[in-house]
C-alpha cells in the first residue's frame, strides 16, 4: 500500500502529534512535549504504559546501565533509588512520569496502518478498533523489541516439554529441577542461564556465534561509564583493546569456556552491527564453574531433548528461547519516506536518525537504549515546536 487514500470513515482530526507507543519513548516524546504547551496523542496497543517491562520481563531484571544512563528527560529517579533499579523500581518510575506530564494513552488501540495523505498534508491513522485518527505529525514509539523473534528448528514440532520464550519467563523457580536448554547468551540468555540454576534448575545455554562479554563494573566504576570517558579521548579501536584488556584480566580466557570473542571489538561491533555486549552479572563464573554448561549451535530437536552441530545429544525438559526481539514497524508504517530500513531500524546511525519527511519521526530506533531515546525526544519536540509556531517550514524535506 502506498499513501492513503481519502475515505468515507469518519476521522478524529488532532490538534498535536499523535504518538504510537506508551513505552519509554512514546512517554519522554509526549513528556518533552507538553513542557513546551503542544498537546498529544498517545495510543498503546496493551493496557498499560511500558508494557513490555511490565508484561514481557522477568522478575529478577534489573536495569543494565547504571541509573543516571536510563533517566528520561525532564523527571529524574527518586532519591534513594539504587545503582541499577529493579524492573519494579523502573515501571514505578514510568507511571509517576506518566502522571507528572498529564499523559493519559489511549489503552487497547492498536495501529494498523499509517500513511501520509497528501490531499490534506497529514498522516491518517487506523486502529483496529475501527478508528481513525489524523495528525500533522506522526511520531513512531513502537520500539526496537515490539515482536519476539522465534527461529525454527528442525523437528521443534516433535519436543514434548515446554518451550518458551523470555518475553513469557517470569522465574527460575517455574522450572526448579529441570534441565533446560536456553538458547541464546546475550544478556537474556545469560541472566536467564543464571536466574534457573539460582532457583535449582540445571540450565544449558547455546552459544552458536561469537560474543564479547564485559563484567559491568570494573574496579568498581560502571563499565558503561568508563567507556563514555575513554571514547572522549581515545579512538574506537584503543577503547576496544582496553576493554577486551580489562575483561581478560577479571575474567581469563573466554573462549576456553565456549565463549568466542568476536573479531571486531565490544564497541566497533555495536557501532557497526548493533550488537550490544553482555555485562556479566554473574553467569560467567557459573560457566567456569560447570554449572551453567555452555552448547554448541543447535542441529535438531528431538522429542526428549536437543542434537548439537558437535554431535552431541542431551535429553532437556524445557527449551527458553532468548532470541530476542525485532520491530513491527515495516507491518504498518506505509511511505516512510527512506527513514527506516527494512528491518524498522532507524536507517541514520546515532545521533541522527529520529527526524523523516512530512512531519515523521522515530524515537528510540538506534540501539541506543533509553539514552538514545530521551535524546530523539528532546530533538523531536524542539522540531515540532519549531514546524508549528512555523507552519510553512513543514514541508522542507529532511534537514
Ligand atoms: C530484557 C530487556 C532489558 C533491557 N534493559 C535495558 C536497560 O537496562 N537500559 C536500556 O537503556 N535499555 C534496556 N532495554 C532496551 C529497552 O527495550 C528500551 O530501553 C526501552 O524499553 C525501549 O522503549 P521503547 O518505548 O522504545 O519501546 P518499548 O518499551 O518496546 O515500547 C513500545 C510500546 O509500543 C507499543 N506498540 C507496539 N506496536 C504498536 C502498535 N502497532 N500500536 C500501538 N502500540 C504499539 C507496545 O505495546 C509498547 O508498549 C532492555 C530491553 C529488554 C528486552
Redo the contacts with the bound molecule.
Keep these: 500500500m502506498g499513501e492513503a487514500e481519502a475515505d468515507s470513515s469518519p476521522s478524529t482530526w488532532l490538534p498535536g502529534p499523535l504518538i ?8 519522554a516524546v509526549a513528556a518533552c512535549l507538553a513542557d513546551v504547551g503542544i498537546p498529544s496523542t498517545v ?4 493496557s498499560c ?5 511490565q508484561h ?3 522478575d529478577r ?5 547504571p541509573k543516571q ?2 533517566e528520561l528527560p525532564l523527571m529524574g529517579f527518586p532519591d534513594g533509588f539504587p545503582k541499577y533499579p529493579s524492573k519494579h523500581q523502573f515501571i514505578s518510575y514510568l507511571e509517576s512520569y506518566a502522571t507528572a506530564f498529564g499523559i493519559r494513552p489511549r489503552f487497547g ?4 496502518d499509517a500513511a501520509f495523505d497528501r490531499g490534506i498534508g497529514a498522516w491518517r491513522v487506523r ?1 483496529r478498533g475501527g478508528e481513525d485518527f489524523v495528525s500533522r505529525w506522526l511520531v513512531v ?6 515482536e519476539p523473534v522465534v527461529p525454527e528448528f528442525p523437528g521443534m514440532e516433535r519436543f514434548g516439554g515446554r518451550v518458551v520464550h ?1 518475553c513469557a519467563y517470569r522465574s527460575g523457580a517455574d522450572f526448579t529441577g529441570e534441565k533446560v536448554l536456553v538458547v541464546g547468551c546475550g ?2 540468555g545469560m541472566e536467564v542461564s543464571l536466574d534457573l540454576f539460582r532457583n535449582d534448575a540445571r540450565p544449558h545455554m547455546v552459544v552458536r556465534n561469537t560474543v564479547h562479554v564485559l563484567p559491568r563494573e570494573m574496579l568498581g566504576w560502571s563499565t558503561f561509564v568508563v567507556t563514555m570517558a575513554l571514547l572522549r579521548w581515545l579512538p574506537l579501536r584503543l577503547v576496544d583493546q582496553f576493554l577486551c584488556a580489562m575483561a581478560h584480566l577479571m575474567f581469563g580466557d573466554t573462549d576456553r569456556l565456549g565463549l568466542r570473542r568476536p573479531k571486531l571489538g565490544p564497541m566497533e561491533l555495536k557501532n557497526l552491527a548493533g550488537k550490544t555486549p553482555v555485562l556479566d552479572v554473574g553467569a560467567l563464573a557459573l560457566i567456569r564453574s560447570g554449572n551453567i554448561k555452555v552448547m554448541r549451535g543447535v542441529k535438531e530437536i528431538t522429542r526428549g531433548g536437543a542434537k548439537f552441530v558437535d554431535g552431541m545429544e542431551e535429553q532437556f525438559d524445557a527449551i527458553i528461547l532468548a532470541t530476542g ?1 525485532r520491530s ?1 514497524v515495516s507491518s ?1 508504517l506505509m511511505d516512510d519516506g527512506g527513514l527506516f530500513t527494512k528491518e524498522g531500524m532507524a536507517k541514520d546511525p546515532f545521533p541522527g536518525g529520529w527526524k523523516g519527511e512530512k512531519g515523521l519521526y522515530c ?3 538506534t540501539r ?4 538514545g ?1 530521551s535524546h530523539d525526544a528532546l530533538n523531536i519536540a524542539r522540531d515540532i515546536l519549531l514546524r508549528r509556531n512555523n507552519p510553512s517550514s513543514h514541508h522542507l524535506a529532511k534537514q
Design positions: 504510537v507507543g506508551a513505552g519509554p519513548s512514546g512517554l495510543l498503546e496497543k496493551s504504559v511500558a508494557s513490555l517491562w514481557r520481563t522477568y531484571l534489573r536495569l543494565h546501565l544512563f536510563c488501540t492498536e495501529v494498523l486502529t514509539a513502537t520500539g526496537e523489541n515490539a523470555t544478556n537474556s526481539y513491527n504498518w524515537v528510540g530506533f541506543r537504549g533509553l539514552l531515546a
